[in-house]
């Protein structure tokens, strides 16, 4: 783990190493998401096989039936209407294409989140391969979610939190610091470069969140006593920012969120973050520079390849104060 302090300079440490940073009175805000097993492997009645990937549920509703919107390959072979089967109780309809996307129908004979659990795989970014010929997801199932995994809907970990185990996180409260959490499902588009020439002309994707009542004072009574609201995750922070007060305190609220960070932004509730080492032109690095500053970002880039970091989902992280 690399710290960034304000003062510019960059240590280096084992992740543990966090709670050494941490405060009595700090506030640790994680993002309780959990990934779906949203990579489906379907069969066409002639055999073929046809894969799909869920990227967001259209309906709000949980049962026998649902609505998604999904890609799915081999592309060019599949129209509307068809309808495939994945395991022994789970089918998917195609309804309807929009621009490179599929909106399909999942039906199950009991719900269909029991059945995706049963027959679905983790959503691995493109960036991870691994052995066609070995369990697709042996390892990953596991490792791809945070410990305090929660609430379904993820098509990629928020993964600054895959560094914290259950013993590190009694241990941070242990020390006075206390944790809260949000929600936030991380979309497809986290994936999807930046191809504006101007990163103010880029239009983020939208994704769901909830800021929690109990979420919300909990920032509340940090600001009271004098902590500091720690974001674990970018996605954490895009969650705080868009229920930001001026006076450093949230509001509590749901819905959709398109709140777009990149340098230059002001920002008002969080005051220190935990994240991975991100791609290139992507926004989870536009939001990270926004925060520590472009060239300090910059340095500390150069300094992890020195030093040999690994970079983006089972990565390394660092922390910056």
């Given at each position: 783990?690399?710290?960034?302090?304000?003062?510019?300079?960059?240590?280096?440490?084992?992740?543990?190493?966090?709670?050494?940073?941490?405060?009595?009175?700090?506030?640790?805000?994680?993002?309780?998401?959990?990934?779906?097993?949203?990579?489906?492997?379907?069969?066409?009645?002639?055999?073929?096989?046809?894969?799909?990937?869920?990227?967001?549920?259209?309906?709000?509703?949980?049962?026998?039936?649902?609505?998604?919107?999904?890609?799915a390959r081999p592309s060019r072979r599949l129209r509307e209407g068809m309808t495939f089967s994945v395991g022994k109780d789970l089918h998917v309809t195609l309804l309807s294409r929009e621009t490179g996307r599929w909106v399909v129908?999942?039906?199950?004979?009991?719900?269909?989140?029991?059945?995706?659990?049963?027959?679905?795989?983790?959503?691995?970014?493109?960036?991870?391969?691994?052995?066609?010929?070995?369990?697709?997801?042996?390892?990953?199932?596991?490792?791809?979610?945070?410990?305090?995994?929660?609430?379904?809907?993820?098509?990629?970990?928020?993964?600054?939190?895959?560094?914290?185990?259950?013993?590190?996180?009694?241990?941070?409260?242990?020390?006075?610091?206390?944790?809260?959490?949000?929600?936030?499902?991380?979309?497809?588009?986290?994936?999807?470069?930046?191809?504006?020439?101007?990163?103010?002309?880029?239009?983020?994707?939208?994704?769901?969140?909830?800021?929690?009542?109990?979420?919300?004072?909990?920032?509340?009574?940090?600001?009271e006593r004098g902590g500091r609201v720690i974001a674990v995750g970018t996605t954490s922070v895009r969650v705080l920012e868009t229920c930001a007060r001026e006076d450093g305190r949230v509001n509590p609220s749901e819905g959709m969120?398109?709140?777009?960070?990149?340098?230059?932004?002001?920002?008002?509730?969080?005051?220190?973050?935990?994240?991975?080492?991100?791609?290139?032109?992507?926004?989870?690095?536009?939001?990270?520079?926004?925060?520590?500053?472009?060239?300090?970002?910059?340095?500390?880039?150069?300094?992890?390849?020195?030093?040999?970091?690994?970079?983006?989902?089972?990565?390394?992280?660092?922390?910056?104060?």
């Amino acid at each position: 783990m690399a710290v960034c302090r304000a003062t510019g300079s960059i240590t280096h440490h084992r992740f543990p190493d966090l709670c050494g940073f941490l405060r009595r009175g700090d506030l640790l805000v994680v993002n309780d998401t959990k990934v779906i097993r949203g990579r489906l492997r379907a069969r066409k009645d002639t055999g073929a096989s046809v894969e799909i990937f869920l990227l967001a549920r259209r309906d709000g509703g949980e049962g026998r039936s649902e609505t998604w919107e999904a890609l799915a390959r081999p592309s060019r072979r599949l129209r509307e209407g068809m309808t495939f089967s994945v395991g022994k109780d789970l089918h998917v309809t195609l309804l309807s294409r929009e621009t490179g996307r599929w909106v399909v129908r999942l039906t199950a004979d009991d719900s269909v989140s029991a059945a995706l659990e049963r027959a679905g795989e983790v959503p691995l970014p493109p960036y991870i391969r691994r052995s066609s010929c070995g369990p697709p997801d042996s390892c990953d199932a596991q490792r791809y979610q945070t410990v305090y995994a929660v609430h379904p809907g993820s098509v990629a970990a928020p993964t600054a939190g895959l560094h914290f185990d259950g013993e590190m996180l009694d241990e941070i409260r242990g020390l006075g610091a206390d944790v809260a959490t949000i929600t936030l499902a991380v979309g497809y588009g986290t994936f999807s470069p930046i191809r504006t020439k101007e990163v103010e002309s880029y239009r983020i994707h939208a994704e769901p969140y909830r800021l929690s009542p109990g979420a919300a004072a909990a920032v509340a009574a940090t600001r009271e006593r004098g902590g500091r609201v720690i974001a674990v995750g970018t996605t954490s922070v895009r969650v705080l920012e868009t229920c930001a007060r001026e006076d450093g305190r949230v509001n509590p609220s749901e819905g959709m969120t398109r709140h777009f960070i990149y340098p230059g932004y002001r920002f008002r509730a969080v005051d220190a973050l935990v994240t991975n080492f991100h791609l290139p032109r992507s926004s989870l690095l536009a939001l990270v520079m926004a925060f520590a500053g472009v060239e300090r970002i910059r340095e500390a880039y150069r300094c992890a390849v020195e030093h040999g970091y690994r970079f983006f989902s089972y990565g390394d992280a660092m922390f910056i104060r």
